[in-house]
T-cell receptor, first 110, second 114 residues
Framework: RKEVEQDPGPFNVPEGATVAFNCTYSNSASQSFFWYRQDCRKEPKLLMS???SGNEDGRFTAQLNRASQYISLLIRDSKLSDSATYLC???????????FGAGTRLAVHP | SAVISQKPSRDICQRGTSLTIQCQVDSQVTMMFWYRQQPGQSLTLIATANQGSEATYESGFVIDKFPISRPNLTFSTLTVSNMSPEDSSIYLCSYPRAPTETQYFGPGTRLLVL
């Protein structure tokens, strides 16, 4: 079993749609969680951290369920510019080591 | 956050040769990391580059294949030795702003081994 699992997609959605990505992780002792965005041929960039209480940043909402070892990302009112690969990332603890999921591809069309 | 750069941005190399990738951060950072992203795959941590001591390698990666230097708090190099086509990947360096924070990535080095 992979340490961090994501549905690879692609998710093809029209502009304005709401889309949700899910991610599960295997290490119950994991400390921190993040969503990164990676555009084609670019480096990953931090989109948002994920907190136990859930957090929102504009059109983006992240949720964490520690009991189920499950992380989600909700994107509302999708824009063409949201088209990218979204990487679920887990920090198991300790010294900053990051474990990346394989990523979920999103394609937003007009 | 600090600006992080890598050189070269891309290269095409012959099998059996070695390539050294440089990573420069414009402020002092305690830890730097090297990742590999193979075609169509996600990122895999190669090693942690520690200033003043040997790098710490992840399972499946060895110093003879991927020697790393960290001569100061702003610079690191990763060498891909005795390359084969399977080494064709994007190699990325990263750093965390603080020990418990997540990481920021350089633009990556695209390597193609023929």
């Amino acid at each position: 079993r992979k340490e961090v699992e994501q549905d690879p997609g692609p998710f093809n959605v029209p502009e304005g749609a709401t889309v949700a990505f899910n991610c599960t992780y295997s290490n119950s002792a994991s400390q921190s969680f993040f969503w990164y965005r990676q555009d084609c041929r670019k480096e990953p960039k931090l989109l948002m951290s994920v907190y136990s209480s859930g957090n929102e940043d504009g059109r983006f909402t992240a949720q964490l369920n520690r009991a189920s070892q499950y992380i989600s990302l909700l994107i509302r009112d999708s824009k063409l510019s949201d088209s990218a690969t979204y990487l679920c990332v887990v920090m198991p603890g300790g010294y900053n080591k990051l474990i990346f999921g394989a990523g979920t591809r999103l394609a937003v069309h007009p | 956050s600090a600006v992080i750069s890598q050189k070269p941005s891309r290269d095409i190399c012959q099998r059996g040769t070695s390539l050294t990738i440089q990573c420069q951060v414009d402020s002092q950072v305690t830890m730097m990391f090297w990742y590999r992203q193979q075609p169509g795959q996600s990122l895999t941590l190669i090693a942690t580059a520690n200033q003043g001591s040997e790098a710490t390698y992840e399972s499946g990666f060895v110093i003879d294949k991927f020697p790393i230097s960290r001569p100061n708090l702003t610079f690191s190099t990763l060498t891909v030795s005795n390359m084969s086509p399977e080494d064709s990947s994007i190699y990325l360096c990263s750093y965390p702003r603080a020990p418990t924070e997540t990481q920021y990535f350089g633009p990556g080095t695209r390597l193609l081994v023929l």
